[in-house]
């Protein structure tokens, strides 16, 4: 459900600073960041197409954006479905709805897209 989704993805950021405060730039063991970055793709890609955008999407990419910070690199398929789904989500959002939510969803978007795409296709940080 969606508590559990945002539990997750909440949960991600505290990891990456942890790990940074450490003096470590990845997170341990190294699948650990692939398997979240596949996870985040699968809840970007059951966002259903009639639902109201919410904090989902939004936590995505900002789970995204501090994952990115950590190596090892993401191997090139995986950014290739993340950026995909994240697109499509992104691009599918009903303009239709008109409520604080979609709104405010609307107005961080340009920002959190901006974010992610800068660190996926800056140089790796290994």
């Known amino acids: 459900d969606e508590a559990q989704q945002l539990a997750f993805l909440h949960a991600i950021f505290p990891a990456c600073l942890a790990a940074r405060q ?75 709805k008109d409520t604080t939510q979609v709104q405010d969803l609307h107005r961080v978007l340009p920002d959190l897209l901006d974010a992610m795409l800068g660190n996926l296709l800056a140089e790796s940080p290994d």
Do not use: W, Y
Not at 45 to 68: K, R
């Open 22 to 96: 450490r003096g470590q730039d990845s997170l341990e063991p190294h699948c650990c960041k692939a398997a979240m970055v596949e996870r985040i793709v699968e809840l970007t890609g059951e966002l259903p197409e009639d639902s109201q955008p919410g904090s989902v999407l939004a936590n995505s990419l900002i789970a995204v954006g501090n994952l990115s910070t950590m190596t090892p690199a993401l191997e090139p398929e995986l950014q290739t479905h993340l950026l995909r789904a994240a697109l499509h989500a992104v691009f599918t959002l009903g303009m239709e």
